[in-house]
């Protein structure tokens, strides 16, 4: 008898049976390994891909007006607080500043010529005191030889005459030494105000030669450089910028669905897409923006019509860096990170109150223009007192 090879096997059934049941069970598996995820993880933490790199970018500005001479570095250069970056021709300025010396040297010299004369006319009023006093005497012994007729009325009369005019004299120099102390005051020479005035013309004018260097403000990358040789500049125009990549922060725009439990003080991890999964950069949250993006953009979106359709709004969310991790793998402005928020402690303020800590930045560049301006004013005074 014939047998059919092509009949199914018993067996095939029960393996396809199997196969289901292991499919099925892997599915549950899976279910049940992201309940479980979710349960002990992924309800406190919030996503999203659409933040970058920012920081600050400091433009490098004039503040007196001038010809460019040299330029002191250029895109892409590294530079130190306080490096020349920019030179204008100082001519115009070293002129001024040769006079407004010359001046506070003359006024110097004046003033000393007032306390000079103060002491002549003391010495005068001295000796008009003297000779009032001896005018005096002599009308006295006078009148005493007339009343024996030893001399005439008439040397009396002379006497007299003498004794007025010196009181006279004595009058006009106590005038003139008044005149002479009103001059100078109760101050000293470099006290003067003749001298202060010539003084701060002499600090203007050393500012102002100072002021034709242009210095970094603060340290970090060039950029934007659009300033050329021989370009004739104006105070206030941006000759070029300067980022400093130590100080970074990233700036996560979250859906506003998502900013419920996002307080500030929460760690972060981050992935920039320059480095990949290698490097997590650690953070945390500090604030929140006062509005959603769309509310500071130039042309603000206007919901009055008829045909409003929502619109889901983000709303920036500002993240510290580490800034050990930032020196070991820089960072540059605008690059795109990864951004998770760890939501477990929900027990900070969500929006920054009153009395919160305050970014501030500051620098020493510009602090001792005035110091230095000091220094050239005491020594022109010293050197003509």
């Known amino acids: 008898m014939n ?21 099925l069970a892997a599915v549950l598996l899976a279910v049940i390994g992201v309940a479980c995820w979710w349960l002990l993880a992924g309800q406190y933490r919030e996503t999203t891909e659409d933040a970058f790199v920012d920081g600050n970018v400091v433009a490098v500005t004039a503040q007196v007006t001038g010809v460019v001479t040299a330029i002191g570095a250029d895109d892409t250069d590294y530079v130190r607080a306080g490096s020349e970056l920019v030179k204008l021709d100082d001519t115009d300025a070293r002129l ?30 001295q000796l008009r005191q ?64 003749d001298v202060l005035a010539a003084a701060s013309q002499v600090r203007d004018a050393w500012i102002a030669v100072y002021r034709t260097s242009v210095p ?50 929460q760690k972060v ?5 320059v480095y990949g999964d290698d490097v997590v950069y650690h953070g945390s949250v500090v604030g929140q923006e006062a509005g959603t993006g769309s509310a500071f953009s130039l042309l603000p979106a206007q919901n009055a019509t ?10 920036p969310i500002r993240i510290a860096l580490d800034p050990r991790q930032v020196a070991k793998h820089p960072l540059q402005l605008g690059l795109s990170m990864k951004v998770v928020v760890a939501t477990r402690q929900r027990d900070g303020s969500r929006l920054v109150t009153a009395g919160s800590r305050e ?20 020594k022109i005074i010293a050197a003509n007192q």
Do not use: C
Not at 136 to 165: C, M
Not at 269 to 273: F, M, Q, R, S, T
């Open 3 to 23: 047998t059919d090879s092509s009949a199914p096997s018993p067996a095939a059934p029960a393996r396809s049976r199997l196969a289901q049941w292991i499919g």
């Open 359 to 378: 970014h501030g930045y500051r620098t020493d560049v510009f602090a001792n223009e005035l110091a230095s301006a000091d220094a050239v004013v005491d």
């Open 306 to 315: 008829g045909n409003w359709i929502k619109v889901v709004q983000r709303v």
């Open 216 to 265: 970094a403000p603060v340290a970090g990358m060039v950029t934007r450089r659009n300033v050329q040789l021989g370009q004739k500049i104006n105070p206030g125009v941006s000759l070029m910028s300067v980022v400093p990549l130590d100080h970074l922060w990233v700036n996560a725009n979250f859906k506003e669905s998502q900013l419920r439990h996002i307080r500030i003080g």
């Open 96 to 125: 001024a500043l040769s006079r407004a010396e010359a001046q506070l040297a003359r006024s110097v010299r004046q003033v000393r010529a007032q306390y000079a004369n103060v002491g002549q006319t003391r010495a005068n009023l």
């Open 130 to 193: 003297i000779e009032l006093a001896k005018a005096k005497a002599d009308l006295a012994r006078r009148r005493e030889l007339v009343a024996g007729g030893a001399i005439s009325g008439e040397e009396v009369k002379h006497a007299e005459d003498a004794v007025r005019a010196a009181s006279a004299a004595l009058g006009v120099a106590s005038q003139q030494l008044a005149g002479s102390t009103a001059l100078i005051g109760r101050t000293a020479i470099a006290d003067n105000p």
């Open 269 to 273: 991890d981050l992935v920039a897409d």
